[in-house]
């Protein structure tokens, strides 16, 4: 039998003003293979794509390559343009391949200035094309913003459970082997999804198991609590989705996805279980809780005895949207001195300057707050240019390029500018420009949360981390943001009650008559 296999991946923040468009998915850092293009990516480029076929292949399914597009998160809303031309992509080359069934992986939060949830739309055309009896199992991201219309259009979808993202290759095994026994009827899958109106912002999206965390963030409890039930007889996916509250659109919060075989009610129990769960917990994602002021988070680190310290740009989080040019932390450290720290700041005009000047020069510069009007203004720094880099592809394994880059020393504090917005998730990144992550008092990184695995989980660096909370568009704090289209009331904006078991509020799908005979 054939599985066609393709996906779409775009996390939009709709607060960044720049459009995502069709050479966003097409010109690195953003990628797009089509037909044969995809094999590298399912021989193993790909955590998600690779797992389809590892697990499709092992099943005894004939994999056909599709279409995948994916841009990098820092643009905002997507075209009509690029959403229409992705959506011709994906389904002029599954009705040529005629599947049997299908594997996506979609991520969840990508809203067009057309369609707020683009991935429903592409799943209901999909869904068109192939006819109701294909089955069609999604791979999403958690922070996907879900709406109850996926589950018209799906047999399944699973999301990953670990916040940062290191389970994704097997979540996509987990989705081929269960499409394999939907396709050998050995399941006959049952859905039920509830929304609890809770919107979370940037890093309190964190799921994590790091050392340093002793007060486990809610995202900790509530995927606990779906794995236990996924040991549960007949229960086959229980899917926590936290959601993208940088985005505003009808669909954005929590989302929960309970996939059982053959039991709606039991679905449906489960699922106001988790979500009754998540509202109860709802205080734990309270930004003015956990975060400090970018000032008390400099002298915080630079008092402390134990270091490095990482501070967390909250709110310039590339991966969240920010474009990466947030200047609030250096503009604290030019104020402290230049203390013995390291960071990286976004700038492709103060990347030429420095190439103009040449290494062992002393340079003045205008860096930074550019782009995006709340990341901070441009901070005026003088310094001597250490070392020039023609361009580091492949950042994290995943064709995400910094540009060209420039490694600037003012005082104590190494800078590295760069063409293009980058993500300081690994230590690797700064050492891969010459900087020993160790032998900083502070080290910056533009991420929210994503950075925990490697930089905690794996190599213990860090002796603390403090969470920042800088202005820009990735700022954890919902409350200073105008959303006009999120559904109302939702917590953190407004007070209110909810009853978890009010029928509106959970949708739940019988068994879907899928699938072909084997
Ligand atoms: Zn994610």
Redesign the pocket.
Known sequence: MKVAIGGFSH?TNTFNRIPTTRTSFIEPPGRTWQGDAMWPALHGGHPVLSGFHEAATSAGLEVLPTFYAAANPTTGTITADALDWIAEGLLTRIRAAQPDAVLLDLHGAGTSERETDAEAWILARVREVVGPNVALVVVN???GNLGFPWLDYVDATIAYKK?P?SDMHERGIEAALLLARILRREVIVSAAMTKPPVMVKSGLMTMSEASLMLIKPPMYWLTGRAYEMEHEQHVLNVSVNVGFGDADTPETGISIVVHTSGQPRLASELAQELGRLAWDLRRGFDTRLVMLAPQAAVERALSTPNWPVILADEGNNTAGGSPGDGTVILAELKSHGWPEAALFIRDAGAVAQCFTAGIGAAIELEVGGKLEPSNGSPVHLAGRIQTLTAGQADLEGLGTTSGRAALVKCGNTDLILTEFPTRQTAPTHYRRFGVEPRLKRIIVVQSAHVFRHEWDTVEHLPRSIIEVDTPGITSPSAREFDYVRVPRPIYPLDDFEWDPTDPNVIMARPSRPTSKSP
């Open positions: 996390e991201d958690p922070h916040i993202h």
